[in-house]
């Protein structure tokens, strides 16, 4: 589970970052980012019923939380982030949502990188 000051929360932060914020995407994924007044990165999640019933959806922002808690350190700090389901996320393996998920942070530019430019793990 993410800390509760990684977490986004409240609706009007989700309506802020989906106004405000630049998007990238892939097939499995679309990451809308905001730059935030705050020293950390704050994460929300969602999943459209569209991808299937609760236990499904919530099969999904679990295993995009833990993918998230566990690459935490990676992202760079004061951003709000979004991770929004695409419907073709249903029935992938773990490794590979991790994989695209990562792929698509660091298309977003939201990944910290070192002074080679490359991605800091």
Known sequence: MLAG???LKKRKDFKKVYAK???SAN???VAYV???NHN????GFSVSKKI???????KIKRVLREICRLNIHKFISGIDVIFIARSKIKGISYSKVEKELLKLADKGKILKRDEDGKIMY
């Open 21 to 23: 914020g630049k998007t």
């Open 40 to 43: 950390t990165i704050r994460i």
């Open 52 to 58: 299937g019933n609760a236990v499904e959806r919530n």
């Open 27 to 29: 097939k499995y994924l």
């Open 34 to 36: 905001l730059n935030n």
């Open 5 to 7: 000051d990684n977490r």
